[in-house]
């Protein structure tokens, strides 16, 4: 605990330009993590962390804005009966039950492999998780919109349809997004596997939306407004471990709350103007740039790890800003396609309206 | 926005004192900057003042930001439930 007691000491002086990068940070996180759910944790860490924030304040502090975001964002998308806050609730308890268990794996690696191991684990599970789940969600909506079939309802997958037909007396629950009764032998895992990953990349909705659209036949727009439930409840829970250790910087987490906070309103109305297929696009997108970018990591770890010849420290340098860079640029082009799609629907809307109005005048 | 908004009546009071609020709350913690740090990151049962200040800015603050969007034209889609 005399580290988790420097660490605190450490938090940072907060100025004018400090308060308006944060709030902006927060703004396009909130706007993504309206819209699909999740996402700004992997911009908003290192982001911190960029100002002179510890690490593990870091993402206290991060957890600590991202509950109460999430709070109100499903609150505003169960409004547009977007959410299944049954769904969310067992999926984020099993949740939170992977984020300790994850959180004991990083612990391992990092006793055994020190910061570069640990840093080389969390590179290469991102790749590997955003190549193989992001890949499959970009493929799928690029599809859907190559088959023009993005104005006819979302089809249930097989793999979802055969899980739903699983019948395990004991174990099955009606979750009213699916319209079906599922088993808890499958929710409770997938939950876990969420769990994991967030408490390895910081991004559970990357593994949790694609698996409650996939594997559990959730159409999308619910999946990733339920997916808020489960940021909400492992949020909680998360914030209260870490506040436990004094690690949470109350300031920070606060002053990204504000720009998330009109991000998310904005993020959930724009559901409502775009068609399921624009979700999985805009976390394909996301997902395969971000892809990039830990990618590039990659070599630096393997070369602080010397299981490559060692680059020199410019090259090192380059790498991590580039890396960085990428990551703001993968949170803004979501935003981008949010805002597009929005606007795009909002001016749709408003030429229906007006023809039907003057329809009404003239018939 | 259609037209159905700009005749529908904004929720300008509401706004106004929900931002009045919430600028007062994140005025005090700018302000008292030393006195929370002091106490907020003492770990334990002081646990549970972050955790609460969280829920109070996301109440007033969430609240604000909402009525902001509706007060500047922006609202959901009017066709139920989106697409």
Known sequence: MHDIVKEAANFINLDTMTILYLFGVGFVGGLVSGFIGSGGAFV????????????????????????????????????????DVKLGI?????????????????????????????????????????????GFVMMDALKTYRAGTQHEEEKTSKLALWVQSIQIPGTMVYFKSMNAKISVLFTIPLGFATGILAATIAVGGFIGVPSMIYVMGVPSMMASATELVIAFVMGLGGSFKYAMHGLVDIRLAMIILCGSLFGIQLGA?????????????????????????????????????????????????????VSFAIMGIALVTGAGIVLHAMWKGRREERLSLASAKEGLIHG | MGSSTANKKKPYIKALLFGVVSVAIYAVLLTRQEDINANFARGGAYALLPIATAFLFSIVHGNFTGLFWSVMGIEASKKKGGH
């Open chain 1, 269 to 321: 109305m724009g559901t409502t103007y775009v068609k399921p297929f624009v979700i999985k696009l805009v976390m394909g997108v996301i997902m395969m740039i971000v892809l990039v970018s830990r990618g590039l990591m990659i070599p630096v770890y393997l070369s602080q790890l010397s299981l490559i010849t060692p680059l020199a420290d410019p090259t090192m340098k380059a790498l991590k800003n």
């Open chain 1, 44 to 83: 908003l860490t290192p982001a911190m962390m960029s100002l002179g924030v510890p690490a593990l304040v870091a993402v206290a502090s991060n957890m600590c804005h991202k509950f109460p975001k999430a709070l109100i964002g499903a609150m505003k998308r169960a409004k547009y009966g977007q959410v």
């Open chain 1, 90 to 134: 067992v999926l984020g308890i099993s949740a939170e039950a992977g984020v300790l268990f994850g959180a004991q794996i990083q612990e391992n690696i990092k006793k055994a492999y020190g910061d570069a191991g640990s840093n080389l684990y969390v590179s290469v599970a991102f790749v590997v998780i955003l190549a193989v789940v992001g």
